[in-house]
């Protein structure tokens, strides 16, 4: 199994920072990470698909980066909003897919 | 619109089963694949299996085969998910989410929250 490992498990941040959240994988699964964020309470919303595609309406501040087994997600000016669980998943062993354990973004 | 709406709440004996309705519009469902994760309070996600509503195939996580079974009805527009032989370690957040492009989740079920409890 592709063991997807997120760090840290707790972010603090102002609002108006840049914040980024890692993501890294046990082997090699070029750029088959999608990141999704989570409310508290809510569903999960697709933020980034193929480690760097954008969605159509995900805010822009919102970006990815990263190949290989290491990936990380971007916020390029926290917003009060953005605050939430965010997990990787990766999709190189479809169909057996696995979710990374999630950071968890919080203020300051 | 893309919707994904899950049958309510459910409180269910430890042992028994319960079954999980995901009926889908805004798009062809027979196009895409539903796939369901389940969430423990507090803890992450988790994958469960996926069906194809076209063809009926499946595929499940391991750890879920014996307990999770996956179909769809097609007249419908509608996915299940049938749980048997309940146990507290069942309590959770189930949600079904469409498949897009064999890869992510590209749209999600409101969730629907099982407790297994005598």
């Known amino acids: 199994d592709i063991l997807l490992t997120q760090s840290p498990a707790i972010l603090s941040v102002s609002p108006g920072e840049r914040v980024s959240f890692s993501c890294r994988a046990s082997?090699?699964?070029?750029?088959?990470i999608h990141w999704y964020q989570q409310r508290t309470n809510g569903s999960p919303r697709l933020l980034i698909k193929?480690?760097?595609e954008s969605i159509s309406g995900i805010p822009s501040r919102f970006s990815g980066s990263g190949s290989g087994t290491d990936f990380t997600l971007s916020i390029n000016s926290v917003e009060s909003e953005d605050i939430a669980d965010y997990y990787c998943?990766?999709?190189?062993?479809?169909?057996?897919?696995?979710f990374g354990a999630g950071t968890k973004l919080e203020l300051k | 619109q893309v919707q994904l709406q899950q049958s309510g709440a459910e409180l269910v004996r430890p042992g028994t089963s319960v079954k999980v309705s995901c009926k889908a519009s805004?798009?062809?469902?027979?196009?895409?694949?539903i796939e369901w994760v389940k969430q423990r309070p507090g803890q992450g996600l988790e994958w469960i299996g996926v069906?194809?509503?076209?063809?009926?195939?499946?595929n499940y996580n391991e750890k879920f085969k014996g307990k999770a079974t996956l179909t769809a009805d097609k007249s419908s527009s509608t996915a299940y998910m049938q749980l048997s032989s309940l146990t507290s370690d069942d309590s959770a957040v189930y949600f079904c989410?469409?498949?897009?492009?064999?890869?992510?989740?590209?749209?999600w079920g409101q969730g629907t929250t099982l407790t297994v409890s005598s």
């Open positions: 989410a469409r498949g897009g492009d064999f890869s992510y989740f590209d749209y």
């Open positions: 805004g798009y062809a469902f027979t196009n895409y694949l």
């Open positions: 069906i194809n509503p076209g063809s009926g195939g499946t």
């Open positions: 082997q090699s699964i070029g750029t088959s």
């Open positions: 193929y480690a760097s």
């Open positions: 998943q990766q999709s190189n062993s479809w169909p057996a897919l696995t």
